[in-house]
């Protein structure tokens, strides 16, 4: 049976402020705590769970510190409307710096939508991009709409937090592709084997700071009347012409 105090602190990691000061972070749901338990066990703090999914799952937690929890106890410690079987306590991951040379990257500039961030960083797995470098004024990493969003793929792509202008002024001459209306077709821009993808926040776009550090601006050509492609859509898109 949990008590009130661990009830309290895990219910305090839905807001940033409490998980940055603990670094830890709630995942939930069978997939997702599955995919982090596989990829990454070293990180995984703690399991709470039903019964019948600890049971389920005896030889992945084999290793992991679990407790059984009832329905009545996960519903009370859970981030979502509809809780699902399992919650596990996360430690921060603790990244390399970053390393622009020799592959290719993903700037997210100013996504605030949790979900899309999330999304992003699932599309970036999907297409073998191992490195997202986030502006500061974007989404929170462990927000848990981003973690379940990423529906595990936090695990295998190294999320940064720093300032694109600074960075990429740092590195004169290499690649950038700026998502913008104005640029050239992406099917004409060829699979580089390195640079960084500056998508921008749907409404206001790429700043004008990074436009300007920017040397190869890129569109999907649009054939009817939206005004604008969700970001996470337009990674995707990008990420399949230039990889």
């Known amino acids: 049976m ?3 105090s661990t009830i309290k602190y895990i219910q305090s990691l839905g807001q940033k402020k409490f998980r940055d000061e603990a670094r830890v972070f709630i995942a939930e749901g069978p997939k997702i705590v599955s995919e982090l338990i596989k990829a990454c066990p070293g990180q995984v703090k703690k399991v709470f769970a039903l019964e019948e999914w600890l049971n389920e799952q005896q030889q992945l937690c084999r290793n992991i510190e679990a407790e059984v929890i009832s329905v009545e106890e996960l519903e009370r410690i859970s981030q979502l409307k509809t809780p699902n079987k399992v919650l596990a306590l996360i430690n921060f991951f603790s990244n ?13 500039c100013g996504i605030q939508d949790p979900g899309n961030l999330g999304t992003i960083i699932r599309i970036a797995d999907w297409f073998g991009v191992t490195q997202v470098i986030c502006s500061e004024d974007s989404a929170d990493l462990y927000n848990p709409k981003v ?5 595990g793929s936090i695990a295998r792509v190294n999320v940064f937090y720093s300032d694109l202008g600074e960075l990429l002024r740092e590195m004169p001459g290499f690649p950038v592709f700026a998502t913008v209306l104005d640029g050239m077709d992406v099917k004409t821009a060829g699979q580089p084997t390195q640079g960084i993808i500056l998508i921008g926040n ?25 005004e604008s492609l969700n970001a996470a859509v337009a990674a995707g898109i990008i990420l399949a012409h230039l990889t």
């Open 2 to 4: 949990l008590g009130k």
């Open 147 to 151: 973690i379940q969003s990423t529906m």
């Open 96 to 108: 390399e710096s970053i390393q622009l040379e020799g592959r290719l990257s993903l700037g997210i």
């Open 202 to 226: 749907e409404s206001k776009g790429i700043p004008v700071e990074l436009l300007d550090l920017s040397n190869n601006r890129i569109t999907i050509p649009r054939k009817g009347g939206a």
